[in-house]
């Protein structure tokens, strides 16, 4: 899995009046648990834009000022009610020897026949939880839906791995096509499978 680098400088004061500080100066107070005790440090704003704001997953290098280095992962962010800003976040740091929990995206691949014969796509589970090692961390799950009819889906029991266990029951449903009012025959899908379509909006349940 890919690994974004954090600068952080650690904190001697944790209170009310130093994370206030903090903040003012655009700095986002956190902590790095999973160790032999809670580290507190600090860290630029902007350091986490491709952390947080992105639908991929990361695991994450804090870089600290004494120049050690720490792997961890993202466990919790906070933002301001208001202004939606970056005012907490907790990590959780990763050893080698341990298996870790992380919610992990799933990307979909080809294009449906039953899409294209007027079937509606349900994407259920954009990210699945797993556990693993944090040298099996997969960056996606990729899942084909070039043969994903009118009726169809594609479950956790497919996406099975001896790297990971999935967090969730096998017969849990990532992606399905169901029936709608425009659907068409097979026979017609292949007659104009070469014909320029616009690409079927994706729903949410």
Do not use: W
């Amino acid at each position: 899995m890919k690994s974004i680098t954090i600068k952080g400088s650690k904190r001697e004061s944790v209170g009310k009046k130093a994370t206030k500080a903090l903040r003012n100066a655009e700095m986002v107070p956190c902590v790095l648990y999973g160790g032999d005790k809670p580290l507190h440090f600090s860290a630029p704003e902007l350091a986490f834009k491709h952390l947080v704001y992105t639908p991929n997953a990361h695991t994450v290098v804090i870089d600290l000022e004494n120049g050690e280095k720490l792997n961890a992962v993202v466990q919790d962010v906070q933002f301001h009610p208001v202004t939606d800003r970056i005012i907490h976040v907790d990590f959780y740091q990763l050893f080698d020897d341990k298996v870790v929990t992380m919610n992990i995206p799933v990307r979909l691949v080809g294009s449906s026949p039953g899409v294209r014969n007027g079937g509606r796509l349900l994407f259920r589970k954009r990210k699945l939880a797993i556990k693993a090692l944090p040298a099996k961390l997969p960056d996606f799950f990729d899942i084909d839906i070039s043969k994903l009819k009118i009726g169809g889906n594609i479950a956790v029991s497919s996406l099975l791995n001896d790297d990971f266990t999935i967090l969730h029951p096998d017969n849990t449903v990532v992606v399905q096509v169901k029936s709608s009012r425009n659907v068409v025959s097979a026979d017609d899908d292949e007659e104009e499978e070469g014909a320029d379509e616009a690409p079927a909006a994706e729903s949410a349940e």
